[in-house]
């Protein structure tokens, strides 16, 4: 059996009718830049995230810079986070002059919120909590840390589409919150994409601005921003994407419930859930003994799977050059040795994923 970690040709054979009435649609109006298209897409997502504004941007790279843009985050500011994320994370700190400030992770991949005080300096601005494979931190305690030094967040929600804390989207514990439509992604566009969510009017209408050139119109700008508007065509396939989410993340979070019964727990381990989470499963990560001997194992058996990464972000050489690497994140080190992303999407088929099962279960019986 060949199983593949996700299937996104058999998610565009499903769909290949509506993307191609949705490209018609706006292409047959001539008009591709910040259309009605764009302005539906934000206000649907407000609709789901229960936010009161969204911005389209290029990227979730672009959204966690324009988000520390708007909220006049730059040089000699802290920005706390997660040592466990993509590179885009710190890439986006450090490219708005900031410095980024790394609190090690606890055994759910996500930061440690017990540990984030011992690191707030007087430069500290922001925190930045990553949900880690749609994972949600524990905002509660966040925010009241937050709270307590006048602190901004920033929620890393590029994998947290469709997660809950405690009934509560997404994106509603900051100031902003910057999520990804990257393929990959359980809201997945075409190419890349991203939006922001916040609740203040004065934030997006920064963000507005730092998204399309600061400008108010054509002769009449504000500040120097950038290029980054959520192409319409994408938008247009987003919103109806956005209308099959539910149900993604319903056979998501069923690929889950199967993995769990039938994976012998003892040498692999599926992160815990939080008390109050309610988890999109963006990628599926587990935390494996012999990580490195069962992926090859798995390869030869057909099965693909990824180290989703190997490296947690203060150990990278662009880290060691601007002296990042220097701290002591023990958690996010282990487990970076650990983690393994096992093929999970919509389409995988209880058969196929007792395979998986087997296979792993079989793997650890002889080793
Ligand atoms: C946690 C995290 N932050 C930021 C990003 C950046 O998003 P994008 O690839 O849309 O720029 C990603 C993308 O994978 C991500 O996983």
Redesign the pocket.
């Known amino acids: 059996m060949k199983i593949e970690l996700i299937d996104l040709k058999q998610r565009y054979k499903e769909e290949s009718h509506q993307i191609f009435k949705c490209i018609k649609k706006v292409v047959s109006k001539g008009n591709l830049v910040l259309t009605k298209e764009l302005e539906n897409f934000e206000q649907k997502i407000c609709n789901y995230t229960g936010s009161k504004f969204c911005l389209g941007l290029n990227?979730?790279?672009?959204a966690?810079m324009i988000s520390l843009w708007a909220l006049g985050i730059g040089k000699g500011d802290e920005v706390i986070t997660s040592p466990t994320?993509?590179v885009?994370?710190i890439g986006a700190i450090i490219h708005v002059g900031a410095k980024p400030i790394f609190v090690d992770i606890s055994d759910d991949l996500n930061i440690d919120p017990l540990k984030i005080e011992k690191k707030i300096t007087k430069r500290t601005k922001a925190i930045m909590p990553?949900h880690?494979a749609g994972k949600m931190c524990d905002m509660y305690q966040i925010t009241k840390i937050a709270k307590k030094y006048n602190l901004k967040i920033i929620e890393?929600a590029?994998?947290g589409m469709g997660s809950y804390f405690d009934k509560k989207h997404a994106g509603s514990f900051s100031d902003i919150a910057?999520f990804?439509?990257?393929p990959?992604k359980n809201l997945n566009g075409l190419g890349?994409?991203?939006f922001v969510t916040t609740n203040n009017k004065k934030l997006y209408e920064k963000m507005k601005l730092y998204r399309n050139h600061g400008m108010k119109s054509r002769d009449n700008v504000h500040l120097f921003g950038i290029n980054s508007r959520l192409d319409v065509l994408n938008a247009e396939v987003l919103s109806f994407r956005l209308t099959k989410l539910k149900s993604v993340i319903q056979k998501r979070r069923k690929n889950i419930e199967l993995y769990k019964k039938y994976l012998n727990q003892k040498y692999i381990k599926i992160p815990r859930d939080n008390e109050k989470e309610f988890s999109s499963f963006v990628i599926f990560l587990c935390l494996c003994e012999k990580r490195n001997d069962l992926q090859n194992f798995l390869k030869k058996k057909g099965i693909q799977s990824l180290i989703y990464y190997g490296t947690p972000l203060h150990k990278h050489v662009a880290s060691k050059k601007l002296k990042l690497s220097k701290t002591q994140l023990p958690v996010a080190e282990k487990l970076a040795k650990k983690v393994l992303a096992l093929p999970h999407h919509q389409g995988l088929k209880r058969n196929e994923i007792k395979f998986i099962c087997n296979t792993i279960n079989n793997f650890y019986k002889n080793h």
């Open positions: 990227s979730g790279t672009d966690l994320s993509f885009a994370t990553v880690w890393d590029a994998q910057a990804s439509t990257h990959l890349d994409g991203g």
